[in-house]
């Protein structure tokens, strides 16, 4: 029941919460398995306000039917329906970034494959990036976007599915017959213009530069108002 409903109203009260920068400090969000608009729209618009920051996020899958997919029900997902209804949202902007398919991946608690959005297998490439490189560097491809610790995705995707997600801005999880697991197939924001910001690296490139100019400004506070301080 959109932004009235109980459980769409306390996630976005949790984003407003994370979305001032006098409280909380972080580089990525993502709300794994959380894919409606109400919610989704408004992580992005404070997202945007931080400026900091980027969204990974999940998108809501479309059935054959073109139903919303749940995991209630058996639904067989149509990438073809799934992107028309992600572009009729129009969304733009440089600071929250797209993929899809869901991934299966290994509980250690349980030791059995469960099914995770792809928001949660990003964050961990997003990490390997980071460690293995700096936050300029592409989370994608056969490198830094390889995910060694998925066992597989949800759905299969042919090269025609790859085309039409990367034109309507969605980075595909896929693999390849000469890669030996799966990895992320491109690294673009929501940003509609054609932009160096439509690059999720460049946008986390001057992000990184905000945050380190702020906290070499963040020590001339109540600093002598002088000309060497100047």
């Known amino acids: 029941s959109g932004v009235s409903d109980n459980t769409v109203a306390a ?4 984003v407003s919460t994370i979305s001032s920068k006098t409280d909380v400090d972080i580089q990525v969000l993502a709300i794994p398995g959380v894919r409606h608009a109400s919610v989704t729209d408004y992580a992005i618009q404070k997202i945007e306000d931080r400026f900091d920051s980027v969204y990974i996020m999940d998108i809501e899958e479309r059935d054959t039917l073109n139903n919303v997919v749940t995991s209630s029900l058996e639904q067989t997902v149509s990438v073809s329906l799934t992107v028309d209804d992600f572009k009729s949202r129009t969304l733009d902007t440089s600071f929250a970034a797209a993929y899809f398919p ?12 469960v099914r995770a959005a792809p928001s949660v297998a990003v964050i961990g490439a997003l990490a390997l990036n980071d ?3 700096f936050p300029w560097f592409a989370p994608a ?9 998925v066992n597989q995705s949800t759905l299969n995707l042919s ?5 039409v997600l990367y034109d309507a801005d969605i980075n595909p999880i896929t693999k390849f017959p000469t890669s030996s697991g799966l990895v992320i197939f491109g690294q673009k924001t929501l940003l509609n213009a054609a932009s160096s910001l439509d690059r999720v690296n460049v946008r986390r490139l001057l992000i990184d530069i905000r945050r380190k100019v702020r906290q070499v400004a963040d020590t001339f506070l109540f600093e ?5 301080t100047l």
Do not use: S
């Open 159 to 163: 090269k025609n599915n790859l085309d």
């Open 224 to 228: 002598p108002n002088r000309g060497e």
């Open 131 to 133: 460690a293995v490189a």
């Open 11 to 14: 996630y976005r009260k949790a």
């Open 141 to 149: 491809g056969f490198t830094r976007g390889a995910l060694q610790d």
């Open 102 to 113: 869901d991934v299966v991946i290994p509980d250690p608690a349980t030791q059995t494959n």
